[in-house]
């Protein structure tokens, strides 16, 4: 059975950091693109950022300078930090691992207070 379980939510104060973790179980995890998403009530699941089997990334225009995405295949485990935080940055936060098939977390919320 294919489990991913993220961590690392919180509230934090605007300019505050957080890292967020997410851990595969049931995939081989190197193989797949991870990414993380967020959604805010009422609005579409955003990309925020991804990071390829080959360690290519990319980035949302919104945090790029600020998150960085890394993935350790032997922990099994993708990774956001998230410096610089903005009360825009309130959402809940998902990870996705694709590949022939796309696996999703629960989802961890992400509070930024002003």
């Known amino acids: 059975q294919v489990q991913l379980v993220e961590s690392g939510g919180g509230s934090v104060q605007t300019g505050g950091s957080l890292k967020l973790s997410c851990t595969a179980r049931?995939?081989?995890?190197?193989?797949?693109?991870l990414a993380w998403y967020r959604q805010v009530p009422g609005n579409e699941r955003e990309l925020v950022a991804a990071?390829?089997?080959?360690?290519?990334?990319n980035y949302a225009d919104s945090v790029k300078g600020r998150f960085t995405i890394s993935r350790d295949n032997a922990k099994n485990t993708v990774t956001l930090q998230m410096n610089s935080l903005q009360p825009e940055d309130t959402a809940v936060y998902y990870c996705?691992?694709?590949?022939?098939?796309?696996?999703w977390g629960q989802g961890t919320q992400v509070t930024i207070s002003s």
């Open positions: 996705k691992a694709s590949l022939d098939r796309q696996y």
């Open positions: 049931g995939i081989l995890f190197s193989l797949y693109t």
């Open positions: 990071i390829s089997s080959g360690r290519n990334r």
